[in-house]
């Protein structure tokens, strides 16, 4: 398949204008957005959605998300991801896997079927995890786009994913909020460095290959700024695979927590890597493709839960 967006394999870094669409589907009266919320994802590659789940369905994956961490002997090993120098807990991947819960999430038609309408194609998980960053203690993420890594170390083809985060604590300017440069996803930021066999034993916890560099992250901050979405509990912060995107760390008391669900569309299904030795295991991207069916939010939510 021809590498439509090389990284990782020339010593100096490249700015390549984007070639194919973020919004897939044009506004109808079905849609699941307005048609100034499909406008904004298009040119901002990120949209807000507050209230989108109500404070009974949020109490209860609080205390799902509560389960998780407070028994991290009860999942599977290598999906706990601690952070750098220390024993917190930095990531549970594969939630959807190992909590009922976190599957229903994932299909519910607030998430899947707004993310199937963007990219105009059913679409599967390729990925989900829970994110956490404990007061005090909780580390940066750095810039980086998704698709940079998707593509060179999972054989993304196309830019035809994106990303919900599901607040599940407040995110404040003040606790590590995510931050997004807008309008970044219209740019392919190539990186220098070869990938490393196993490269993802490292970078879950602190990324050194696939990290842009500072000036192209300058140019890309300088032309289209930056800026934090926060929120309450309940809140989803979606955005596409390609936008520019980090956090600070958290100093203060006030943990911040996110449940993070990758959409694909079934025709981007995975290749073969294009800037790695190998495939990066299952947990991380999947490729046994279960094409989701949006649940309606009036069906079986809230649920007792546990692990599927």
């Known amino acids: 398949?021809?590498?439509?967006?090389?990284?990782?394999?020339?010593?100096?870094?490249?700015?390549?204008?984007?070639?194919?669409?973020?919004?897939?589907?044009?506004?109808?009266?079905?849609?699941?957005?307005?048609?100034?919320?499909i406008d904004q994802f298009d040119r901002d590659g990120f949209l807000v959605l507050e209230n989108v789940f109500s404070e009974e369905e949020i109490a209860f994956l609080q205390a799902e998300t509560g389960r998780l961490l407070a028994d991290p002997?009860?999942?599977?090993?290598?999906?706990?991801?601690?952070?750098?120098?220390?024993?917190?807990?930095?990531?549970?991947?594969?939630?959807?896997?190992?909590?009922?819960?976190?599957?229903?999430?994932?299909?519910?038609e607030r998430l899947a079927g707004v993310a199937s309408f963007l990219l105009d194609d059913d679409v599967y998980l390729h990925q989900s995890r829970l994110n956490y960053k404990p007061g005090f203690a909780g580390k940066e993420f750095y810039w980086h786009s998704d698709f940079e890594t998707w593509h060179a170390e999972d054989g993304m083809p196309a830019m035809r994913a994106l990303s919900m985060s599901v607040l599940l604590a407040e995110n404040t300017p003040n606790n590590g909020p995510l931050m997004v440069v807008p309008g970044s996803h219209r740019t392919f930021v190539s990186c220098v460095g070869e990938t490393p066999p196993d490269h993802y034993r490292q970078s879950l916890r602190r990324?050194?290959?696939?990290?842009p560099d500072e000036m192209s992250l300058a140019e890309l901050a300088h032309r289209h700024g930056i800026v934090a979405p926060v929120g309450k509990p309940g809140t989803v912060v979606l955005f596409d695979c390609n936008t520019m995107h980090g956090s600070n760390g958290n100093i203060t008391p006030f943990p911040r927590a996110n449940a993070f669900l990758v959409y694909n569309a079934v025709s981007n299904?995975?290749?073969?890597?294009?800037?790695?030795?190998?495939?990066?295991?299952?947990?991380?991207?999947?490729?046994r493709i279960r094409p989701i069916t949006p649940v309606p939010a009036a069906i079986g939510w809230p649920f007792k839960g546990g692990r599927a």
């Open 1 to 37: 398949m021809q590498d439509l967006y090389p990284t990782r394999s020339e010593n100096e870094p490249r700015l390549q204008p984007r070639d194919e669409p973020v919004a897939r589907r044009a506004w109808n009266p079905q849609a699941p957005l307005s048609a100034a919320q």
């Open 73 to 108: 002997a009860g999942l599977k090993d290598e999906t706990v991801v601690t952070e750098p120098g220390s024993r917190e807990i930095r990531s549970i991947f594969a939630i959807h896997m190992q909590s009922a819960a976190m599957a229903r999430l994932v299909a519910d």
């Open 207 to 211: 990324q050194e290959y696939g990290v």
């Open 269 to 287: 299904r995975l290749t073969s890597p294009f800037a790695a030795p190998a495939p990066r295991p299952e947990f991380i991207a999947t490729r």
